[in-house]
């Protein structure tokens, strides 16, 4: 580089001797020039990124309205942790109530307030308050297995490999048509209230979440039964992707089962006098 810069002057020289006795002033530094070219752009180029950056944070603030629009990561489970135990602190507090309620309504002791509840105690069995035993079935429903790493299968679409509320309704309908007498999903007597909901891949039941492997027994015919869940289109449906994801699907007979009775609130909805 040196002689080169050197060429570039001894051409300048030879220039102005040619040039005669004119002044053609002092010749331009090629390096001073590039220097100077390249802190210009330097220059212009802070000028732009400022101006950039302010107008983002203008478009920001102006869409936000003052306020923080990250993004905020809730956890789903900590909260359903929290409502259950809002729950369960309710259903406490509403049982010490009901036992109050029914000590003040013992006290009464005329003839119709004892036919009424003689009434009301001949038909626990028939709404699920009481414990049952009995021949049955035992169905099992799970999700299909991950790898070692807790992963599912790629290129699968999630929703096919869980088991989801429709699964679950169907199997319990197809058990009530076969002639239940009486049934239980997880740990909770089923009545006529329960109502089966699904949370991502859990279950919530009543109140309370449950994770698969999903267990459901009831008492009753066993053959009738499960020729019932067999046929059930929604059954089907989901033998389908126990064939092709492996999601775990078993239906046991069992010569004797007890299902506890239902411990939670039964509530009035609607009420009429009966004419005298």
């Not at 009995?134 to 991950?146: E, N």
């Not at 909770?188 to 859990?202: F, K």
């Not at 267990?215 to 092709?244: H, S």
Request: charged share 20%.
């Amino acid at each position: 580089m040196k002689n080169g810069w050197a060429r570039l002057r001894a051409r300048g020289a030879t220039a102005t001797d040619h040039a005669g006795d004119l002044d053609a002033g002092p010749t331009p530094d090629p390096v001073s020039s590039l220097s100077s070219a390249r802190t210009t752009a330097w220059r212009v180029g802070s000028v732009v990124v400022c101006v950039a950056a302010g107008f983002m944070l203008g478009t920001a603030h102006s869409y936000s309205g003052g306020k923080d629009i990250r993004p905020r990561n809730v956890e789903l489970a900590s909260l359903i942790r929290n409502a259950q135990s809002q729950v369960a602190q309710g259903e406490a507090a509403a049982k010490f109530l009901q036992t109050e309620i029914d000590g003040a309504a013992g006290q009464d002791v005329s003839p119709q307030v004892d036919t009424e509840r003689a009434r009301a105690e001949s038909l626990a069995a028939a709404v699920g308050l009481t414990e049952v035993s009995g021949p049955g079935l035992v169905v099992t429903m799970t999700d299909a297995p991950r790898d070692s790493n807790g992963n599912y299968p790629q290129g699968v679409n999630p929703d096919d490999l869980v088991v989801h509320q429709q699964d679950v309704q169907s199997v319990v309908n197809a058990m009530w048509a076969g002639g239940a007498e009486a049934m239980m999903i997880m740990d909770q007597r089923v009545i006529a209230t329960s109502a089966v909901r699904c949370i991502g891949n859990t279950l919530l039941l009543q109140g309370r979440t449950y994770s698969p492997p999903f267990v459901i027994t009831a008492i009753g015919p066993g053959p009738d039964m499960r020729a019932a869940i067999e046929a059930e289109p929604g059954v089907r449906l989901f033998e389908q992707y126990v064939k092709e994801f492996q999601l775990g699907f078993e239906i046991e007979s069992s010569a004797g089962v007890t299902l506890p009775a239902f411990d939670g609130l039964v509530r009035m909805t609607s009420a009429q006098e009966e004419p005298q």
